[in-house]
């Protein structure tokens, strides 16, 4: 059963909503998952807010629906750079519309080098259409980058009027980048990849950002992260291998390990990272720092 619309999250002791996942895709759990029973574990796991992102026309709605129903969910709205081949030029006026429609975040969009069949013109062209459209709303933006960081600096820089506020979600780029990123607003994302020591180029750049820019996500379902983090027990049975956002305080250990802080200290710093970040679709009902 969901919460009753505009319901507000369990608070934690101190009155604020504990971890927030930053970037996950909860409509993308195998049919006869039950995504509120999700949520309801992750709250009861201390993450108290999820911000959830559409990738392709067709799942906007489920996401709009998670949001209306529950205050603990932000919704972002895209089109994804693996989705670029099916969506015409319309697509464009029917995101504005859909953003429109209540507070809501652009993305997930984005470029990317891997997907086949590849496209680099039409991934530019609605990358830099959606990314136009986050700043004249004046809406934040979540960024997917695979194999492209030089391409990505490269349409950032182009931008005459800025790049608004945006974030780097699972930032998998080369820390020498970080300086630059930040300068045309970029926030940097990390999920419980970054604890696989085999991700050498994460692990070495998830220290170089600054404290004020840093956010954590599960990116759930995907990302499962390694077995020391892995909340096996929390998925219902139909999602059974697939990551939990109730596995964040668990990754939120092992990032504050990797930069040498405590997880209470990394906790308030990613709370208020997280306010600043949304800005206008910060839930009051969240009650962050």
């Known amino acids: 059963m969901m919460p009753a619309a505009g319901s507000a999250p369990p608070q934690t002791a101190a009155g604020a909503v504990g971890w927030v996942d930053a970037h996950l895709h909860p409509q993308d759990y195998p049919a006869g998952t039950d995504v509120d029973q999700v949520l309801r574990q992750a709250r009861s796991a201390g993450v108290g807010g999820f911000v959830c992102n559409g990738t392709e026309e067709p799942d906007w709605a489920a996401i709009e629906r998670l949001a209306r129903a529950d205050s603990s969910v932000v919704p972002f709205f895209g089109i994804h750079p693996w989705f670029v081949a099916g969506a015409a030029d319309s697509v464009l006026a029917r995101l504005e519309a859909q953003l429109q429609r209540l507070p809501a975040g652009v993305g997930e969009i984005g470029l990317d080098q891997h997907v086949e069949p590849l496209d680099r013109q039409r991934q530019e062209e609605l990358f830099s259409a959606q990314l136009a459209l986050a700043e004249r709303l004046g809406r934040p933006a979540t960024v997917h980058c ?125 709370a208020a990272n997280t306010r600043a970040f949304l800005g206008p679709l910060y839930p009051p009902a969240w009650n962050l720092p």
């Not at 499962?224 to 139909?238: C, E, S, T």
């Not at 697939?242 to 710093?269: E, K, T, V």
Request: charged share 15%; glycine share 8%; net charge positive.
């Open 146 to 270: 695979v194999r492209a960081w030089g391409w990505l600096l490269e349409v950032l820089q182009r931008r005459p009027a800025g790049c608004g506020v945006f974030l780097l979600h699972a930032y998998g780029g080369a820390p020498e980048l970080i300086p630059q990123l930040a300068r045309l607003g970029a926030y940097f994302s990390f999920s419980g990849s970054v604890l696989n020591p085999a991700y050498g180029r994460a692990r070495r750049a998830l220290p170089q950002v600054p404290a004020e820019r840093l956010l954590l996500e599960t990116d759930a379902p995907n990302m499962l992260p390694p077995a020391a983090y892995h909340h096996r027990d929390a998925l219902p049975a139909a999602a059974a291998g697939h990551n939990h956002p109730a596995n964040l305080p668990a990754i939120a250990a092992g990032i504050a390990a990797l930069r040498q802080c405590s997880p209470a200290a990394l906790q308030a710093q990613v």
